[in-house]
């Protein structure tokens, strides 16, 4: 049983959830990062090993969208992304290892390594790929996608939010804020006096926020924004959880009506760099440093500037003495093997310029 669920036995028997991914993930030291840094008591979490064939953040989050489309006895879901998204892709894979087809609406972004697998392994999961050039078109397309499914197979397919940060995938981490005191009960980690996350959707901030509070553990959420401000902001991040509050509140009145405000927000805006997807140099260097120094896989989107926020705080303050908690979001699985015989072209031709430009300049040697 998830470790919500064994605190809160009403919400296990209301909430939709799936079983997907392999929990709880490792919390692990970093003894020679933390040295080099300058952190006495530096660790992470491995949330990039939460899946047998793809990791990352988005699995939390898809075990309860995925088991209310189960529930609704729903045939498809669609979501939305930039071309390159971790959280399509996860969706994806998981929907498919469920029975579902799945329908991507995506963006265009800057070209980069990542982007060309992602769509690939999409391609391989049977995903409905679709690429429109703005959000207007996207919201246009969408509409369009949503009739024509309806009329094909008789019901609209289920809409998951961008990076599944909704209400119900938000609950995703809750559970991680309690599968993590479960680990410092263990004595894997003292409890953290800050952690840093990448800030997107804003589901993976505003969800360990919300355990946290609901546990009374003090720990301050770092949010390294990697959007654009429109998307990750703190106004935000109070609407959605309160929201979230809301639906557990009304299921199980056990679980308490929390306080929160934007003074219990950290945000880093100094990290995102000039466009969504375009790596920085410091972000590039602390994927660099974090794969020499610990053998862990960053990427120059999201987790890059996330550490590189660490390094630069460690930097500029005394976190010696410390305990910070990098929680890593990112996919550590290699599917590689997996792609060596799909072709490009298989895909809409609106995608093929992905794989016959180059890629940015930031990831050519990377």
């Not at 397309?141 to 599944?164: D, E, N, V, W």
């Not at 996919?331 to 015989?341: A, E, P």
Request: proline letters at 4%.
């Amino acid at each position: 049983m998830i470790p919500l669920f064994k605190h809160y036995l009403r919400l296990k028997d209301k909430l939709p959830y799936v079983s997907l991914g392999e929990f709880p993930t490792p919390v692990e030291k970093l003894e020679q990062a933390g040295k080099d840094i300058g952190i006495n008591h530096l660790f992470i979490k491995r949330d990039d090993l939460s899946g047998k064939v793809y990791g990352g953040n988005k699995i939390r989050k898809l075990e309860f969208l995925l088991g209310y489309a189960l529930r609704t006895k729903a045939k498809e879901v669609l979501t939305f992304g930039f071309a390159g998204s971790n959280h399509a892709l996860a969706t994806a894979i998981y929907a498919d290892q469920v029975g579902l087809k799945s329908i991507s609406m995506l963006m265009p972004q800057p070209d980069a390594k990542y982007v060309r697998r992602n769509l690939l392994m999409s391609s391989c999961c049977g995903t409905e790929l679709h690429q429109h050039r703005n959000v207007s078109l996207l919201t246009v397309g969408t509409m369009y996608q949503l009739l024509r499914h309806k009329l094909k197979h008789g019901s609209f397919p289920l809409i998951i939010a961008a990076g599944g940060s909704s209400p119900l995938g938000v609950v995703g981490f809750v559970n991680a804020a309690f599968e993590l005191k479960e680990q410092i009960m263990e004595g894997k980690i003292p409890e953290p006096d800050l952690i840093y996350v990448a800030l997107g959707t804003v589901g993976t901030s505003v969800g360990l926020i919300l355990g946290f509070k609901a546990l009374n553990i003090k720990s301050r959420v770092i949010s390294v924004r990697v959007v654009d401000e429109k998307f990750g902001n703190a106004r935000k991040m109070v609407k959605l959880f309160h929201k979230t509050n809301s639906l557990l509140h009304s299921i199980d009145s056990s679980f308490p009506k929390l306080e929160f405000s934007e003074k219990d927000i950290d945000i880093r805006h100094d990290f995102f760099g000039q466009q969504y997807a375009l790596f920085t140099e410091e972000g590039m260097k602390a994927v660099t440093f974090m794969k020499n120094c610990a053998g862990i896989k960053l990427d120059g989107t999201y987790t890059g500037k996330a550490f590189a926020s660490l390094i630069d705080d460690a930097e500029k303050q005394d976190l010696k003495k410390k305990v910070v908690l990098f929680w890593n979001t990112y996919n550590s699985k290699d599917f590689s093997g997996t792609l060596t015989t799909v072709d490009y072209h298989h895909l809409p031709r609106c995608f093929h310029s992905y794989f016959e430009n180059e890629v940015q300049p930031l990831d050519r040697n990377s």
